[in-house]
């Protein structure tokens, strides 16, 4: 086997390469080593990987590349604020660049497979609610002045009592509310037609490891956390800190991939998420736990209009494929911070 990685030299791909290495199978990697990720090549980088640092968009593959048996699709610019304020770049290198690697994969001759990474961002308005009194469903969203009264919670929209989350499966539909998820749809899509070999997708809730950056300003809320208590200070939360998200660790999305790599069956979509719901009060015990200090998280209460109250994945397919549950929050903690060389704001961005 020969796996072409796109997006290797960042933090998820870098996991996946590793563990590719780890089983002594080839890898090319493709990476553009894009300047709002990267200020420098990362520190992680290995001797025994063919890294072909290029954009997508314009990449020429050589006839080394063009060998690999599978692929790993994982380039992709990410970050909901980043894509707000960079539309036509995040839109276009996401879509532009998926398209462009569908016209490669299709001169390898030797392509049997393709694992691709998409996001739960996919599903934006597509969450369902469930009325714990009255059994009612609705959508989640909220009006802004409910959200100015201090009311956060999604409201029964029968009898305004509370409502709890519906773990999102892969049969919901797909909705993005922003350009990312827009763009991690437009992904997914440029795969429609393509006959060469089977493309199986991942849908990530939102993943933390070792390499996370904590400091970028596109870190995700789980880095921004962990960044704050490293160094000593109070998480600032919005809302009422009782926001409930989906963490995966990255050996959950690692074991997926290889797994879909290997796998004869048709193509699959598979959610790779931890199917826990989690506070980010709680998060920041969890954090704090593994990191051996005590944290006071400070709720200060502001909010933004179209911030989705939960987020929760059902991850029963990933677990019947990778055969185990997803790694907890506590143990993923202890993992990611244990060693100073995993310490997320130890690595350079
Ligand atoms: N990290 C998460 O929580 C999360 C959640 C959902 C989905 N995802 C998806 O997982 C994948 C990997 O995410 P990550 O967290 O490792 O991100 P990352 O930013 O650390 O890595 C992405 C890599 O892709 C490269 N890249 C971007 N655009 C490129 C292009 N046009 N051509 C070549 N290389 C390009 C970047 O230089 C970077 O090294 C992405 O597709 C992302 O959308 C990540
Ligand atoms: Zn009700």
Not at 76 to 95: F, H, I, P, T
Not at 130 to 143: I, K
Not at 235 to 242: A, K, M, N, T
Not at 257 to 267: F, G, V
Request: aromatic share 6%; charged share 20%; hydrophobic share 40%.
């Amino acid at each position: 086997m020969k796996v072409l990685v796109t997006g290797g030299a960042g933090f998820i791909g870098s996991h996946i390469v590793d563990a590719l290495r780890a089983r002594h199978v080839d890898v090319v990697v493709v990476d553009s080593l894009d300047p709002g990720v990267h200020r420098f090549p990362p520190a992680y980088l290995r001797k025994d990987v063919d890294y072909q640092f290029a954009d997508l968009r314009w990449w020429r593959p050589d006839a080394s590349a063009l060998e690999c048996t599978a692929i790993i699709h994982l380039a992709a610019l990410g970050g909901v604020s980043r894509a707000a304020a960079e539309r036509e770049n995040v839109l276009g290198a996401n879509a532009w660049g998926t398209a462009r690697l569908t016209e490669i994969a299709q001169q390898m001759p030797r392509l049997r497979t393709v694992v691709h990474a998409s996001s739960f961002s996919v599903y934006g308005a597509g969450y369902r609610y469930r009325c714990v009194s009255c059994g009612a469903e609705r959508d989640g969203t909220r009006a802004e002045s409910q959200l100015a009264r201090g009311d956060f919670e999604v409201r029964c929209a029968a009898c305004s009592g509370v409502t709890r989350i519906l773990p999102i499966t892969e049969a919901a539909p797909c909705d993005p509310l922003e350009p990312y998820g827009a763009s991690k749809l437009m992904q997914e899509l440029c795969w429609r037609g393509f006959t060469h070999a089977p493309i199986h997708t991942m849908r990530f809730s939102s993943v933390y490891g070792p390499r996370l950056r904590t400091h970028d300003g596109e870190a995700t809320i789980i880095a921004k956390l962990i960044g704050w208590i490293d160094l000593g200070r109070r998480p600032q939360l919005f809302e009422d800190g009782q926001q409930l998200r989906d963490w995966v660790h990255v050996t959950d999305v690692v074991d997926t991939a290889l797994q879909l790599l290997e796998t004869s069956e048709p193509p699959r979509l598979v959610n790779v998420c931890s199917g826990v719901p989690t506070s980010l009060f709680a998060a920041c015990e969890a954090i704090a736990e593994a990191l051996g200090r005590d944290t006071v998280p400070e709720v200060v209460g502001g909010y933004r209009v179209g911030d989705m109250r939960h987020c929760l994945g059902d991850a029963s397919t990933m677990m019947a494929l990778i055969g185990r549950p997803p790694v907890s929050l506590g143990d993923g903690m202890r993992r990611t911070l244990a060693s100073a060389s995993g310490r997320p704001t130890l690595t350079t961005a």
